[in-house]
């Protein structure tokens, strides 16, 4: 098949089904019955991965997982009726893990809808294989740790396939003080090999990503799908406040040094910097004080900080802004405070070649605005933003019923995953032609 357009829109509404069925199928693979969590290097990241195979070579894929835990599937190019496992791969993906408490779509939906893809492009061959009849070939790859939600770090997965492994963080621990590099052991991978899930550039023609929104603005255009213009950069700190704990009753308040007091003016310092900057979104998701009991005036408060912009620049003078703040703050209550940065990622730009096909695959829809589809700038991250570094990368961002996220009602309707997929397909396609007339 070298064009979608006369294929009908049951096809998509069928594959739609299937995707849709497949994330409720995700969604009962969880850590904790009654929500849906599923981290890095878990028995329920082991399980997804295994059902992910399992659709991967329902749709003819050769399958592996690589040395980080992603998974992988690959259709071949087709060359004179033969496949051409040398000739470069166009990725398209995303992630299978989640945060605490999730939805079943961030991530979860594009990995579907590209094996979707897959199926509507391949090529039989005959004797059970198949191709694509595409200049080059495709690969899906389900990231395995985008949300970062067990050792803090994100984009773990994506960054050992973009070359971008970092050893310092295979001393990150979890919750339960079990190290990325004991995590990596239980898991059956080893360490050392951590390289190899490296892609080369020539390896690679690009990198597609479909995505819910996580944010309104489709909803409130009333469109089913957008191209991405980049994606945020974002920052993460674990920051420690240290005052004094003492008894509760019997501390006046000239005498108190609460940590907790100190935390809750920096969040509250957080909001206020990061409103006053254009296109700047900060975040205290965690906040915890010790020894935690009722009658201690904490001693000490940690504190999480999640800092995104749509420019680097822009967010690292917010970060400097808000340190002199904290200085202020603490030193107004006798506290101390330190910082230990646990995920920096640079703002990535979606290809002009990727937003352009990926808006001609929007088009090629014929849905509500896809004429002229809306260009949105991501402010949640994503895998692309580590596989920029060594491909180009595009985006389809698909609407987000009250762009709600990382939260148990996520939404996304069947009819527009329908229109995703054939927009990726057609997307797809594009890329192709293009390829070709070069
Ligand atoms: C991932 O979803 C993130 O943006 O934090
Ligand atoms: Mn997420
Ligand atoms: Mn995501």
Redesign the pocket.
């Known amino acids: 098949m070298t064009t979608l357009a006369q294929a009908s829109p049951d096809l998509f509404a069928a594959a739609a089904r299937r995707v849709m069925a497949r994330c409720e199928e995700l969604a009962r693979v969880t850590a904790v019955p009654g929500t849906i969590e599923r981290v890095y290097l878990s028995t329920e990241h082991a399980r997804v991965n295994r059902l992910a195979a399992e659709w991967m070579r329902e749709v003819g894929m050769r399958t592996r997982q690589d040395v980080a835990g992603n998974q992988l599937g690959r259709l071949d190019r087709v060359v004179a009726g033969a496949p051409d496992p040398d000739a470069p791969v166009l990725l398209i993906g995303s992630h299978l893990d989640t945060?605490p408490d999730a939805g079943r779509f961030?991530g979860i939906v594009g990995v579907l809808m590209g094996l979707e893809v897959a199926r509507l492009l391949r090529t039989p061959l005959g004797d059970g294989r198949f191709g694509v009849s595409l200049p080059f070939g495709l690969e899906v790859v389900a990231f395995s740790d985008?949300?970062g939600t067990r050792f803090g770090k994100?984009l773990l997965g994506s960054s050992a396939v973009a070359g971008l492994w970092n050893d310092d963080w295979w001393a990150l621990t979890d919750a339960d003080g079990t190290s990325l590099r004991q995590a990596f052991l239980e898991f059956g991978l080893d360490p050392g090999r951590i390289g190899e899930a490296a892609r080369r550039p020539e390896q690679l023609v690009g990198y597609l990503e479909a995505h819910i929104e996580?944010g309104p603005e489709l909803d409130r255009r009333g469109e089913a799908l957008a191209v991405v213009s980049s994606i945020a950069s974002?920052r993460r700190f674990q920051i420690v406040v240290e005052g004094e704990a003492r008894h509760a009753g019997g501390t006046p308040y000239d005498m108190r040094r609460d940590a907790l007091l100190g935390a809750s003016e920096a969040a509250l310092a957080v909001e206020r910097l990061c409103r006053a900057e254009h296109h700047i979104i900060g975040t205290v998701g965690q906040l915890e004080a010790f020894p935690g009991a009722v009658n201690i005036v904490p001693g000490e408060a940690h504190f999480s900080l999640?800092l995104r912009g749509e420019f680097d620049g822009t967010r690292d003078a917010v970060w400097d802004d808000l340190s002199r703040e904290l200085d202020a703050i603490m030193g107004r209550r006798g506290l101390r405070w330190r910082s230990r940065e646990v995920h920096s990622a640079a703002a990535v730009m979606c290809a002009p070649l990727l937003q352009d096909v990926v808006r001609e695959g929007i088009a090629s829809t014929g849905t509500i605005g896809a004429d002229d589809p809306a260009v949105i700038f991501s402010r949640?991250?994503?895998d692309a933003m580590s596989i920029g570094a060594i491909t180009d990368v595009g985006m389809l961002f698909l609407r987000n019923p009250d762009g709600v996220s990382?939260h148990p009602d996520e939404a996304v309707s069947a009819a527009d995953v329908a229109l995703g997929i054939r927009a990726l397909a057609e997307s797809v396609l594009q890329l192709g032609a293009d390829h070709r007339a070069r």
Do not use: N, S, T, Y
Request: hydrophobic fraction near 35%.
């Open positions: 945060v961030d985008e949300e994100a996580q974002a999640d949640a991250g994503h990382h």
